[in-house]
């Protein structure tokens, strides 16, 4: 900025300023673009950006203090006795791009400097500058850094701009010998660990957030900030670079970090130019805008903008896939964040006990130093690399941590490619290493887990290179919580949890069963490998998987026979889930095809163990009752079907024995509902026995014994008084989800009338049963419902009921405010079935007025149609989940004439996975060729009409 302050100009001065800076501010912004539109040089948008912002500052306020000084009003000698200094990110020297201007006023006499204040800030907020300031003086500044965080880091970023340089030296030196003397080190950074704590509980305690906040989050800029204001305090500098030269980083960690936090940089800074104002927060809807920003596109990252394959200008839709590789470049970034905070902060801590300390030497160059697991010379390491398995071993065994020496020698051992080469090659190591995954005793090692320990000293990558793809990987949406590196190591934990039975409260089954498995360490490297195949992008990630399995388990000493059934294992990882939420469990079809899948019944259960703990940690709410209840009846029955006959011909199998608890259940539980004399309670008792012998046995063992009395009851007064519909609240065993009981005739369009309701009372549907029994002496076909739900007729003779139920949640209030629907519920539902009103209209007046929701992830609609399956035909529809979803669907297959006799209802974050069994109007399979292209045609036409009337998602 050139402009001219000399005194003749004085009248003009500050206008020429105002402009000049104007200018410059303005080409500031035009370097980040606001739009998806590719940056032309991304690294222009990164720490560049925020350090050419702080000069632009420095600039100015240099030229407004002279300016001011020259002009009249403080005189020059109040002007020459104070010190302007910046602090935060200005004091660091880097300024985001739409941060406050952030100022300290230091002054002899702080009363007396406010009018120095007052000329500058004035100007500054006329300039349209946001300003954050202080007037100080030396005393009150190390007074109130003493017991005020605040105050003490700003004090570690000062950095002196214009004024009196001796007050900002005297201020360093007061600082330096008092609050960040040797003696008060510990208690400082004691402080930083609770600020640590505190703001990462605030901001969602994980690096691997959906919607980080890059500035505040764990593993974001703030991080970074506490690990300079540790070193500055220990060290007296705080520049990675400088802490190279003195010692406390090696030029690997240094690079390492610098690139971490250009990542970090160019994000926030394009975050605030997209919003125009301060904002970190890295929402779905800013994920697409910086990819696009940051030239991510196929094949392509922030650095290799502008080439071949990069987005054309303009161009506002970015793929999932390119959202995914800027997510995994996040994470990694955050993740080396978070571990150089840790690293530092530990270097920069002082030791100044003297107490005589404990030293065992273990052999094979182990100590026991201290309580901790250490190495008696660091340069073993390089001689021996299998050491540093031998400390973790060590650790495990004894029950106490490394010492956090020896973890840092360990993690930068672990970055150099020859060091894991070597322990690649070491028999020793491979053998620690397989016992150490498969292990579960509970440590006291600092990650928690022993295989989150092996990934955090990168020794999980040293001795499996091949998972280093995955690390960092993320899927764009809101159903996986975690990237696929964390996700694996989290499923071994979970598995090693099932085998301590830690979890036999809420997977009892699978505790059992983990409890006696006979080949551990194969199931737990299969636990481990089961997403290894995952390449943003890529296509089958079980198949390839499988195969990079199969190199790597043999490179570590795996018999034959083991890595033959874990490679079958992460090739079958998916079935089980799919199988027990997408296909009807009561169908023997559905078993016969599932038990051809696995590998007798020691398969079947290694294979179940991996589902639990693959789909209990794909996010904190990923494995609900209801879907481990369904797993656990797939197991069971393949179980029955793979054992065959008895084994013992008089003793009940699993099934018989849970039938029996099942019907003996509901029969007591029926005694706790009201009755109004005996005789009543006479007919409740016969009515149930009738009622559950109308029912198919996939009913009586998915419920509860007290859902199965209440809807026994409700059946009953259904049928006797006449009803057309009859709705309930009843016991659900679901704590997410309230359960809805729908009683009525059973007739064609039922379903979509029942949904149509639900949507118009704001009722999201997160699970489904639909029944259809015979009354009196009816009977059920061999699928165990009786086909009545659309065109064609019930059998001659026999009157159809339908039992269905809903697992529910308003969409504002949640469970809480399902019982005030239901008078609205079955006044809806009435309406549509006597005609007074059509599900689509009811189901369209939700949909109009739903309110706006947050932008997620885009889902990709996806139709399939499989006649092979069953002795129906399935239809799997995975799209979006919105208001009015499940009635639209349903409706769909009624105007086409469809009869549903199975709908499973599944929801995965907002995903839907939704699947019917169906029959056309004479009760055979929908044929094959234009009838089928019609159905898939007309379900496409209505997702699409959803997405045309406003609905949200």
């Known amino acids: 900025m050139s402009v001219d302050l000399s005194p003749t100009s004085r009248p003009s001065g500050l206008v020429e300023l105002r402009a000049a800076y104007a200018r410059e501010r303005a080409e500031l912004d035009r370097t980040a673009p606001s739009g998806p539109t590719p940056a032309a040089d991304p690294a222009a948008v990164g720490v560049a950006l925020g350090r050419r912002h702080a000069r632009l500052l420095d600039d100015l306020l240099a030229r407004l203090f002279h300016l001011l000084r020259e002009s009249g009003g403080p005189s020059r000698k109040e002007w020459d006795s104070v010190a302007i200094a910046g602090v935060g990110g200005y004091g660091r020297g880097a300024v985001a791009l739409r941060s406050d201007l952030d100022l300290r006023i230091l002054a002899h006499n702080a009363q007396r400097a406010s009018a120095i204040a007052d000329a500058l800030l004035y100007p500054l907020w006329d300039m349209g500058v946001a300003v954050g300031h202080q007037v100080v003086t030396i005393d009150d500044l190390i007074d109130g850094a003493r017991e005020d965080l605040p105050t003490a880091t700003s004090l570690l970023d000062w950095r002196h701009v214009v004024g009196d340089a001796s007050l900002s030296e005297s201020l360093w030196q007061r600082a330096a010998s008092g609050i960040f003397a040797h003696s008060e080190l510990p208690r400082f950074i004691e402080r930083l660990g609770k600020e640590i704590s505190q703001r990462h509980e605030r901001f969602g305690g994980s690096v691997y957030l959906l919607e980080p906040d890059v500035k505040n989050g764990a593993g974001g800029l703030r991080d970074l900030d ?13 520049e990675f670079d400088a802490l190279v030269r003195f010692g406390a980083l090696v030029a690997r960690e240094a690079e390492e970090i610098r690139s971490a936090a250009e990542m970090l940089w160019r994000i926030r800074n394009l975050l605030h130019a997209h919003s125009g104002r301060r904002t970190d927060r890295l929402t779905f809807d800013e994920q697409e805008l910086c990819a696009g920003a940051l030239g991510y596109s196929k094949g392509a990252g922030p650095a290799d903008a502008g080439r071949k394959g990069a987005p054309p200008p303009g161009e506002a839709a970015v793929s999932p896939e390119a959202i995914e590789r800027m997510m995994s470049d996040y994470y990694r970034s955050a993740r080396t964040i ?10 920069a801590t002082p030791t100044l006990t003297r107490r005589r300390r404990r030293d065992e030497d273990l052999g094979a160059g182990v100590r026991l130093f201290d ?14 690399p299998a050491i540093a398995l031998r400390l973790v071993s060590e650790a495990v065994e004894r029950g106490v941590p490394l010492l956090p020496y020896a973890r840092g020698a360990i993690v930068r051992a672990a970055g150099d490619p020859a060091f894991c080469a070597a322990l690649r090659e070491s028999p020793e190591a491979a053998e620690r290493f397989r016992t150490l995954v ?30 280093s793809p995955v690390v960092g990987r993320v899927h764009h949406d809101v159903y996986h919580v975690y990237t696929v590196d964390v996700h694996s190591v989290a499923a071994v934990d979970r598995l090693a949890a099932l085998v301590r039975g830690e979890l036999a409260g809420e997977f009892g089954l699978a505790c059992r069963l983990a409890a006696e498995a006979t080949r551990p360490t194969m199931l737990f490297f299969a636990t481990l490998l089961h997403d290894v195949g995952k390449a943003i992008g890529g296509t089958d990630h079980s198949g390839r998987g499988a195969e990079m399995a199969r190199k790597i388990l043999a490179r570590l000493g795996f018999p034959q026979e083991d890595i033959d059934e874990a490679c079958h294992l992460v090739l079958k990882h998916l079935v089980m889930y799919l199988i027990a939420t997408r296909r009807d469990l009561d169908d023997p079809a559905t078993i016969s095809e599932f038990c051809h899948e696995v590998h007798g019944r020691e398969g079947l259960r290694d294979l179940y163990l991996l589902t639990v703990a693959d789909i209990s940690t794909t996010s904190p709410t990923s494995m609900t009752s209801w879907k481990a209840r369904m797993l656990d009846e797939l197991y069971l029955s393949a179980d029955r079907a793979l054992r065959g006959a008895r084994e013992d011909a008089g003793a009940f199998d699993i099934d018989d024995q849970r039938m029996a608890r099942a019907i003996s259940g509901t029969v007591g539980a029926l005694e706790d509902l009201p009755a109004a004399n005996e005789a009543e309670r ?18 009586l063992l998915a419920n509860s014994p007290a859902a199965i009395a209440a809807h026994s009851e409700l059946a009953r007064q259904q049928q006797s008084g006449g009803n057309s519909v009859s709705v309930a609240l009843v016991p659900s065993r679901h704590p997410e989800a309230a359960e809805v009981c729908v009683v009525a005739p059973d007739r064609p369009g039922l379903l979509a009338a029942i949904t149509a ?10 699970a489904a049963q639909i029944h259809s029994r015979a009354c009196d002496d009816g009977v059920m076909d061999d699928g165990g419902v009786i086909r009545a739900r659309a065109g064609s007729s019930p059998p001659a003779g026999v009157r159809l009921q339908a039992v269905d139920l809903f697992w529910v949640r308003d969409r504002g209030e949640g ?16 309406a549509v079935l006597s005609g007074q009103l059509s599900g689509a209209e ?37 799209t979006r989940d919105r208001p009015g979803l499940l009635f639209a669907i349903s409706d769909a297959l009624y105007q086409l004439g469809l009869s549903i006799s199975v709908a499973k209802i599944n929801t995965e974050g907002t995903r839907v996975a939704d699947v019917f069994y169906v029959s056309d109007a004479d009760g055979t399979k929908i044929a094959n060729g234009k009838r089928t292209q019609e159905v898939e045609e007309r379900l496409h036409a209505v997702l699409q009409g959803l997405d045309g009337e406003g609905s949200v998602g």
């Open 438 to 467: 498969a292990t579960c005793k509970e440590t006291q090692l600092q990650s928690g887990s022993v295989v989150r320990e092996l990934h955090d000293l990168g020794l999980l990558l040293a001795m499996i290179p091949e998972f």
């Open 682 to 699: 006479r007919a409740q008792r016969d009515f149930l026995a009738r009622y559950l012998a109308s029912m198919p046995e996939r009913y």
């Open 757 to 766: 309701a639900l949507a118009a009372s704001r009722l999201e549907v997160h």
């Open 226 to 238: 506490v690990a300079r204001w540790a070193a500055k305090a220990r060290y007296g500098v705080g």
């Open 815 to 830: 469970v809480g405010g399902v019982a005030r629907a239901i008078p609205k519920l079955v006044t809806d539902i009435q």
């Open 371 to 384: 309580g901790c697991i250490t190495m008696s010379d660091p340069d073993l390491l390089r001689t021996d």
């Open 842 to 878: 009811l189901a369209k007046k939700r949909r109009g007025g739903a309110l706006r929701e947050r932008p997620t992830p885009k889902v990709r609609t996806q139709i399939s149609i499989d006649d092979r399956a069953s002795h129906h035909t399935v239809i799997e529809v995975l």
């Open 338 to 347: 978070s571990r150089s905070l840790d690293m530092i902060v530990s270097r």
